[in-house]
């Protein structure tokens, strides 16, 4: 994003930048209208990609269930996402790992992400 | 035509509703304009207000942009209409203005030379707009690109013209006059022509930057001129 009066209009609705990248096992906590009652429905899974910036960004989250890959798209910054909860990190060497795709079983896993002692920023997936 | 204001395109993004939905909108960057002159019925014999956008730098614009605008410009012709004793026109006392467009009004005009457009007051209990804008030029273009037509077969038989059009009907197709109907769609010069994006939701007015959200496309490219006013379009 450029153009400064483009970052201002997004700059009203953009919360904190996400504190998880590529490679990491995550709880997305959606929010779900039903006619009055809101109820949370979780998605666990890893994130396989990241795109766009700013209030456009998305996120691809890829779990397996019932031996079926099944992978959900969220935008970054949407109200509608309650939460979204780190639980595991991967070392993971490429920025898109859609090669998770033509994987099954334990070979699916990601190694831990070893913590840097200085505690910086979560930066791109090239910490490895 | 109701009072509308000057502007440009910045561009599109998308940003969320009351609801959580993302929705597609294009940022137009409005005024101020400035009121530069005013129409009456009794002079000019209609009723609107001249408006300006954007300045120009003195150097680059005509005597005549400077004058129009500045009330102390000299000028032969103003110092001889001066000593005629003539009663010399309101200006505006404003830089010279890149672009100048009428609006014309049903009544007189409620504002005076000199007075400044904000969007949000022009636009404050307006939900939809119109965006008037020039579409990005294509070029001499051919009839799928212009029209979409479905172009020819790309086999059996068709050599090179798998992007032509087909018949452009008989000539006796108009009623026996020789030629085809007028308004038949050929290829041509596509965009770059006046081109109105009409009944599109304000989503948000943004005072401070002088800014407007709409919900949609609006024609031509980021950086583009732009004319909005409220829509005519009846539901």
Known sequence: ?128 | MPLGMLGLKVGMTQVYDDKGNLEPVTVLQLGPNPVLLVRTMERDGYHAVQVGFGDKARKRASRAERGHVSADFSSKRKKARQEAGEQLPEKANVEPQKYIREFRLADAATLGVGAVLKAEDVFKDIPNVDVIGTSKGRGYSGVMKRWGFSGLRASHGIKKGSRQHGSTSSLASNRGSGRPKKGLKRAGQHGNARSTARNLKIVRIDAANNVVLVRGAVPGPNGGFIIVRPTNKRD
Request: aromatic share 4%; proline share 5%.
């Open chain 1, 1 to 128: 994003m450029k153009n400064k009066l483009l970052q201002a209009v997004e700059d009203v609705q953009l919360k904190k930048a996400p504190a998880f990248t590529v490679g990491d096992q995550v709880d997305v906590h959606q929010r779900i209208l039903e006619g009055e009652k809101e109820r949370v429905q979780i998605f666990t899974g890893v994130v396989i990609s990241m795109r766009g910036e700013g209030l456009r960004e998305m996120f691809t989250v890829r779990r397996i269930v019932q031996g079926e890959g099944i992978e959900r798209t969220f935008p970054v910054q949407s109200p509608k996402l309650a939460k979204i909860e780190v639980k595991r990190t991967g070392a993971v060497r490429r920025a898109k790992l859609y090669y998770l795709r033509d994987r099954v079983g334990k070979a699916t896993r990601l190694r831990e992400r070893k913590v840097k002692p200085t505690p910086t920023a979560p930066g791109g997936p090239s910490a490895s």
